[in-house]
């Protein structure tokens, strides 16, 4: 067993040619394949092998998507990238790799026992999710990526490949834009100064740490799952999209996507004082008509994520905005209320609009008085999951906000998904692959699609292990992280800022860089988290050691706030208007207004003048922000010729 003597800690090297961190379904599946590539000389590292987002999050029906393989509606491999593509700032290499693999990434985790839903003649049959124009999607019902994760893991306990369970990656090892491995934190041994940390030098990093989950408040991300984008800035990772995350309506003491059913049963939108007293149906003041309202809440069933494309003539993200206004604006709460129906329904559905009363109908639903009876109808597996976690929607109303889901962007990686720092691979939600828009369940399939491709460079190309014989080059930042380290365990007291600085961290987010962004209070908080980052080990308070974890993923974040706080600033600047998940927030009169009762003016959305044509990348030196636009690339034209494809994959 190797160690090193670092500022009186005796730390254990482990040396390997690829290290895995992270074991959600885009890791796990990284680490699966570059074993069947016949590299064995690799290993998992996570901080909980039950944590993450693959493990503990879903919605109604949790779609993964990929090349239709059913009927007899037509696909390609290139429409399916032109839809992926035509989402605005997504390179067409990615694309048309991530349309490439669908299939057979798909059939793998078919194979290994995924349940997906297939005919008496194996076509595994799809249907439409979110900005997709045929039926590509399909589910394993609402833990899709749950199943995946444990199906996945059976595979690397076969395999024997070593996990590290309980081990939290603090500092990326770079030298010269090479990188050279992890240096981690032991969770299990935290109390002991000369077991606390351990040091991986490694050829490879395949970083499968999801998005920075923590950012935000209001959040559908499982509490177990905050990421490590920070230490990936820190380490001089490039960004790539920061500006682009989805939000939506969710439930927030059992963090759950309110998608499908739950919005298609129909239920009472509610909103009550702060001690849950003085309900109203403040939706109704709202709207000109009943039916406009009920249609606005069927479909944020099949319009989940928040859209201002959806706004105008009472389009469904109108009950997000509202939903905000409540809570942001009027400090009131709100809840979904399943045991009664919105005031201004009918009894006999007649005023719920054509689409609503054909599913309704045609889901045998009409009949059945109250929503949670349509529910339970429906979708039982809805009612259990609350009641699983302690909610009773038979006998209380679900408390809501509109919350952070998913990261479309996220740190660099080529058509290989390798960074622009050499043998540095995200993989997953981290990566940032995904443009403005993108279909929904694209992120399960560009997981999937990452691992595989790094795994197949890894094995081919960077196959050796080349890691320093002379561990002193690389060290210098963990020279320094063990001493800030070991200060603040030795200033131990009774005081302790850990909660209020995470907690800090949400509410500059969720009220300021969320689904409505203001130039204004982007730029104090700026200023504000600079501060904080700079001066985080000086103002830092710990009343445990076992708070010691949370205190280095409060710093991660506030590095990832600054850098995620810098891009949208940069693109508000640059004149950019609303689109994707989020409008731009304007004080001038020349700003569109959402409603009449509304404070919001937002700059509209302008397909033709969205900046859908460029990337934004930007890149953390020290303190510093540099950011670059560029072209996205288009979609390759590809060698198709089979004889001249065969000769290249032969040599």
Not at 32 to 44: C, K, M, W
Not at 559 to 564: C, G, L, N, S, W
Request: hydrophobic share 35%; aromatic share 10%.
């Amino acid at each position: 067993m190797e160690h090193i003597k670092i500022s009186g800690n005796e730390i254990q090297i482990i040396r390997k040619n690829t290290v895995i961190i992270g074991s959600g379904a885009a890791g796990l599946n990284a680490a699966d394949r570059l074993y069947s590539y016949g590299q064995h000389d690799i290993a998992v590292i996570t901080e909980g092998l039950t944590k993450g987002t693959s493990r503990n999050t879903g919605s109604d029906k949790q779609t993964y998507y990929k090349l239709t393989l059913s009927g007899g509606e037509p696909d390609s491999v290139v429409a399916m990238a032109e839809t992926l593509y035509n989402g605005g700032a997504m390179d067409g290499d990615i694309a048309l790799c991530e349309a490439a693999l669908s299939a057979q990434c798909f059939y793998k985790l078919a194979e290994i026992g995924v349940p997906f839903p297939h005919n008496n003649y194996g076509e595994y049959v799809g249907y439409k999710t979110d900005h997709d124009p045929r039926s590509r999607a399909t589910s394993a019902g609402p833990l899709t990526s749950k199943y995946m994760t444990e199906k996945l893991l059976e595979q690397i306990k076969l395999k024997n490949i070593p996990v590290y369970d309980g081990y939290m990656a603090i500092k990326i090892l770079v030298d010269n834009g090479v990188c050279h491995g992890v240096f981690c934190l032991n969770l299990n041994e935290l109390n002991d100064k000369d077991k606390r940390y351990i040091l991986f030098y490694s050829t490879n990093v395949i970083y499968a740490v999801g998005g920075p989950a923590g950012l935000y408040a209001n959040s559908v991300y499982p509490e177990s799952q905050n990421g490590a984008s920070g230490i990936a800035f820190e380490a001089g990772v490039a960004g790539k999209n920061l500006t682009e995350w989805q939000y939506g309506i969710a439930s927030v003491k059992f963090r759950w996507n309110l998608s499908g059913t739950y919005q298609q049963v129909l239920p009472a939108y509610i909103s009550t004082d702060l001690n849950g007293e003085n309900p109203v149906e403040f939706l109704n003041e709202y709207f000109e008509t009943g039916e406009q309202l009920l249609n606005c809440v069927f479909l944020k069933g099949y319009q989940w994520p928040f859209d201002p494309r959806k706004l105008d003539n009472y389009g469904s993200s109108m009950i997000d905005a509202l939903v905000y206004n409540e809570t942001a604006n009027k400090k009131r709460r709100v809840f979904l209320d399943f045991r009664k129906n919105p005031s201004g329904l009918k009894s006999d559905f007649s005023n719920v609009g054509k689409e609503c009363f054909e599913y309704l109908n045609n889901s045998g639903a009409l009949s059945l008085k109250t929503p949670v009876e349509r529910l339970n109808h429906m979708n039982p597996a809805a009612i259990d999951l609350y009641k699983n976690n302690n909610i009773d929607l038979y006998n209380e109303p679900l408390e809501i906000a509109v919350c952070a889901q998913h990261n479309n962007g996220g740190l660099c990686g080529d058509m290989w998904w390798e960074s622009n720092i050499k043998g540095f691979f995200p993989v997953g939600e981290v990566n940032g692959t995904h443009g403005i828009y993108r279909p929904g369940g694209s992120a399960l399939n560009s997981g999937q699609c990452g691992g595989m491709r790094a795994a197949m460079f890894i094995a081919k190309n960077r196959s050796r292990y080349v890691g320093r014989d002379d561990p002193d080059a690389p060290l210098t930042g963990v020279i320094d992280i063990i001493q800030k380290i070991d200060k603040s365990i030795s200033n131990i007291s009774d005081i302790s800022n850990i909660e209020d600085t995470k907690k800090q961290i949400g509410e500059i987010m969720s009220g300021n860089a969320a689904h409505i962004r203001n130039i204004k209070n982007i730029r104090e908080s700026i200023k504000i988290t600079k501060e904080k980052y700079l001066n985080y080990w000086e103002n830092l308070n710990l009343s445990n050691i076992s708070e010691l974890p949370v205190a280095l993923s409060n710093r991660d974040l506030l590095i990832a706030q600054y850098v995620y706080l810098n891009a949208m600033l940069d693109y508000i600047s640059h004149g950019g208007v609303s689109r994707g998940s989020y409008i731009i927030e304007t004080e001038t009169e020349s700003g569109k207004k959402i409603h009449e009762k509304l404070p919001f003016r937002y700059i509209p959305c302008d397909e033709t003048n969205n900046f859908s044509d460029m990337i934004q990348e930007i890149l953390l030196t020290g303190d510093e922000i540099k950011i670059t636009w560029r072209k996205r690339r288009p979609i390759p034209d590809a060698p198709r010729w089979f004889e001249n494809v065969w000769s290249d994959f032969i040599n």
